[in-house]
């Protein structure tokens, strides 16, 4: 069941002509003159309920405003949005009740007061019984480890509490929907691997539908199953991550530690290093079985090892190929 | 009622985090009432050179500026944050108002108190409650109401003005220059009888900025001077209805406006 549907989706962003000369500023505010810059062009998808979507792109491909079309936040110019069977800007304050948002760059806590205090807030302004918010609030304090920090003023956390603080408040009334906007951006290993922990978590249990952007390509391989990329407004890819990966990237290599190794049948030799040989092979043509017992058959080898592509190199390459 | 409840919840964080910094309480306070103080204190000099200003005494003059002081301050307390309205759209805090569901203006009005603007509302009510015992008014029940009317007409017809100048930050991104503008005619003209500024300013300052229903045209027919006004009696006496549509159409204006709102980066 389509829990989100995008349907033609355009946003321009128009600007009185900046004018030149005498007067320049007087005459910009009174130029009839518009310069238009179409964000998103045209954009089309459907969200299943539970899925796990990583929305990627390039900065100013247009990606931040479709989300925040999305999440009610622009007013599209044409096409249309919906949400849970809302129009999110138009019915904001339902759409607002059935999402969860978390802007890595910004905090949605109050700043100067208390974790626990913003918490309480949230649970308040969203009428979450307290019974259900003391369950939830001794859950998250659980997972996400807010035990430490939830006495201290907002400003006082780390970037890695903080982020864990937003996460809480952005699921503490149970939303089907959760809009991640570069939730790990800045936060050492550590913390990326418990935020991820935690919405794979949230997803599987729950069924929480989740809407990522990132620029952290291991944010999206671990979580997301499906990726949509968008480049200069309109969608360049949606579909798999495997698929992706097969259809702009068919190579898998083979990493051999051997001596002497000039070349074997099915495979090209890309590179070498030390005693190290990689070899590029299509995976349908040459089967990996084929191609591995083909180099031991002829070669001592002390090491061996498959590499798949990455996610990161496959996206580069698409952009780089569109231009 | 949800949305009362709602914006005493909001007001109510406000306050705790402005306690955060405890020092700053009382030094605000006391910074409103002696800014205001000052602004007394030069009228108070006017008058004991010239005696009257426009027909209007001590008495008269300081009625007419405690029902101006306690409606402008009756309307900073809780519009105050309207001041930021140009960083929280050009910086896109606002993007946060609009994914939770509250009103974002209860938000924007509630992201933090100046309490300074207590200063302003307590000034203005102790101005207003030692004047009007000596202002020349037939303190009948009936007055007593209208007088109450009138201070939260006027706080309205202030912040009518403050709003629909906000509203157009959606649109035109920088309007703090505007909003100070108004500040200043308030302030600058507000406090003594307009008939003084003559017949044309008079008439601007009624029709255009609707400033005399904030305190002039209530205080002369309280003070039942109403021969003395260049419009009819009646529309004197309906200056805190004038606050209502004004507010009315202002809250209107900005929903309309928000519409434009381009968040910060694309």
């Keep these: ?323 | 009622m949800r949305g009362p409840r709602v914006y005493l919840l909001l007001a109510g964080a406000a306050f705790r985090a402005e306690f955060q910094y405890r020092g700053n309480l009382f030094i605000n306070i006391i910074g409103g009432l002696f800014y205001q103080g000052v602004g007394l204190a030069f009228i108070w000099a006017v008058l004991d050179r010239f005696g009257q200003v426009g027909g209007w005494g001590l008495g008269e003059i300081a009625f007419l500026y405690g029902m101006r002081l306690t409606a402008h301050g009756l309307w900073v307390l809780p519009g105050h944050q309207l001041i930021h309205v140009d960083e929280v759209v050009i910086e896109g805090e606002y993007d946060r108002y609009l994914v939770r569901p509250v009103s974002p203006l209860v938000q924007l009005l509630t992201r933090r108190v100046r309490l300074s603007s207590l200063g302003d509302l307590a000034g203005g009510s102790a101005l207003l409650v030692i004047a009007s015992a000596s202002a020349p008014v037939d303190w009948s029940p009936g007055a007593v109401c209208f007088l109450l009317l009138a201070v939260v007409g006027g706080a309205l017809v202030e912040g009518s003005l403050q709003l629909a100048a906000s509203a157009l930050v959606f649109r035109m991104k920088r309007v703090s220059p505007i909003k100070f503008a108004i500040d200043m005619i308030f302030s600058d003209f507000g406090n003594y009888p307009l008939k003084i500024f003559g017949p044309v300013a008079g008439f601007a300052l009624t029709f255009v900025f609707p400033l005399a229903f904030v305190a002039y045209l209530p205080a002369t027919v309280l003070m039942d001077r109403g021969e003395e006004l260049a419009v009819p009696e009646w529309l004197a006496w309906g200056a805190p209805g004038i606050g209502v549509v004004l507010m009315y159409a202002a809250y209107r204006f900005w929903e309309r406006q928000s519409r434009y709102y381009e968040s910060s980066g694309h």
């Design chain 1, 1 to 323: 069941m389509p829990v989100i549907e995008v349907a033609d989706l355009v946003k321009e962003f128009s600007r009185p002509k900046q004018q030149e000369g005498a007067f320049a500023g007087i005459r910009t505010l009174l130029t009839r003159e518009q310069t238009v810059k179409r964000a998103v062009d045209g954009v089309n998808f459907t969200v299943q309920r539970g899925e796990m979507v990583g929305y990627l792109g390039p900065n100013g491909a247009g990606k931040s405003t479709t989300i925040k079309m999305l999440t009610g936040i622009l007013v599209p110019t044409s096409g249309t949005v919906t949400v849970a069977g809302t129009t999110p800007w138009r019915d904001r304050s339902r759409n607002a009740r059935r999402i969860g948002v978390v802007f890595g760059q910004r905090s949605q806590l109050w700043w100067d007061l208390p974790l626990r205090d913003s918490l309480w807030l949230i649970s308040r302004l969203y009428d979450v019984p307290q019974a259900r918010f003391r369950e939830k609030q001794r859950q998250f304090s659980e997972v996400l480890d807010l035990g430490p920090f939830l006495d201290t003023p907002v400003r006082q956390l780390s970037l890695g509490q903080r982020m864990r603080g937003d996460l809480a408040a952005a699921m503490l009334y149970d939303p089907d929907i959760l809009y991640l906007d570069e939730p790990t951006v800045g936060l050492d290993v550590i913390a990326k691997e418990r935020i991820r922990t935690f919405v794979g978590e949230l997803n599987r249990t729950s069924g929480t539908t989740v809407i990522l952007t990132t620029h952290d390509l291991d944010d999206v391989e671990e979580l997301c199953d499906r990726i949509i990329l968008i480049d200069h407004g309109k969608v360049a890819y949606d579909g798999a991550v495997d698929e992706l990966k097969t259809r702009y990237a068919p190579h898998r290599e083979l990493v051999v530690q051997t001596d002497g190794l000039e070349s074997v049948e099915g495979a090209e030799v890309v590179r070498r290093e030390g005693g190290k040989v990689w070899l590029r092979f299509d995976p349908v043509r040459t089967p990996p079985a084929d191609l591995v017992a083909a180099v031991l058959a002829q070669h001592r080898v002390t090491d061996l090892s498959i590499v798949e592509p990455e996610l990161e190199s496959v996206i580069h390459r698409i952009y780089a190929d569109r231009g």
